[in-house]
């Protein structure tokens, strides 16, 4: 997929096959965040589009200590009119208590021609995620990613690979932090 650059601002995917985009990603790598387990494993995205075929159910996951985390949200184009693929995610946090909407930036600065990895960031760099259809990424590949991150500005040392389990776990094969606590211990680094 063309890349669109104009000075600093880094290039994103144009047109993007939404659609092709849905499903399941496993996170091979990311910055550390605040609203994720530090020990957290087995990471992954579930992509779902609605029926208005503009909204897309996100469903991200991840394990830690044994259990389950996860949240969930929606995301939408920024600009419905533009061919960049520049989208919002929604979540409410905490999760229990639906009340405090954080939005946030999801730019897809790449992802290949068969829709089997991806390379996610933010317009402020610092957020990044690669993401692959699989629990693993063939170590060429990987270091493309890498390449293009550099190219759009990202320190790619801060990158973490994230464990994967392989086969990955089942979501409901594992006890589920339901009242959202993960969410909290996360912002003090428990």
């Given at each position: 997929?063309a890349?669109k650059k104009?000075g600093?601002e880094?290039?994103?995917?144009l047109?993007?096959?939404v659609?092709?985009?849905m499903g399941r990603?496993y996170?091979i790598a990311?910055f550390?965040?605040?609203f994720?387990?530090?020990?957290?494993?087995?990471?992954?995205?579930t992509y779902?589009l609605m029926e208005?075929?503009?909204?897309?159910?996100v469903?991200?996951?991840?394990?830690?200590?044994?259990?389950?985390?996860?949240?969930?949200?929606?995301?939408?184009?920024?600009?419905?009119s533009?061919e960049?693929a520049k989208l919002?995610?929604?979540?409410?946090v905490?999760p229990f208590?639906?009340?405090?909407?954080?939005?946030?930036?999801?730019?897809v600065l790449?992802?290949?021609d068969?829709y089997?990895?991806a390379?996610?960031?933010e317009p402020?760099?610092?957020?990044?995620?690669?993401?692959?259809?699989?629990?693993?990424?063939?170590?060429e590949?990987?270091?493309q990613?890498l390449?293009?991150?550099?190219?759009?500005?990202?320190?790619?040392?801060k990158?973490?690979?994230?464990p994967?389990s392989?086969?990955p776990p089942e979501?409901?094969a594992a006890p589920t932090d339901?009242?959202g606590?993960?969410?909290?211990?996360?912002?003090?680094?428990?």
């Amino acid at each position: 997929m063309a890349a669109k650059k104009s000075g600093s601002e880094m290039g994103v995917v144009l047109g993007l096959d939404v659609a092709r985009y849905m499903g399941r990603w496993y996170e091979i790598a990311s910055f550390p965040n605040f609203f994720q387990p530090r020990d957290g494993r087995d990471t992954r995205a579930t992509y779902e589009l609605m029926e208005d075929g503009a909204t897309v159910h996100v469903l991200n996951e991840t394990w830690s200590k044994g259990k389950r985390d996860y949240i969930e949200g929606t995301a939408y184009k920024a600009d419905p009119s533009s061919e960049e693929a520049k989208l919002k995610v929604k979540f409410y946090v905490p999760p229990f208590l639906p009340i405090i909407p954080v939005v946030g930036d999801y730019w897809v600065l790449y992802v290949d021609d068969d829709y089997q990895y991806a390379l996610v960031g933010e317009p402020r760099r610092k957020s990044l995620w690669i993401l692959c259809r699989k629990t693993h990424i063939e170590e060429e590949v990987y270091n493309q990613l890498l390449e293009k991150a550099k190219e759009e500005g990202y320190d790619v040392a801060k990158l973490h690979k994230t464990p994967q389990s392989d086969p990955p776990p089942e979501s409901d094969a594992a006890p589920t932090d339901s009242k959202g606590t993960w969410w909290f211990k996360s912002l003090f680094g428990k």
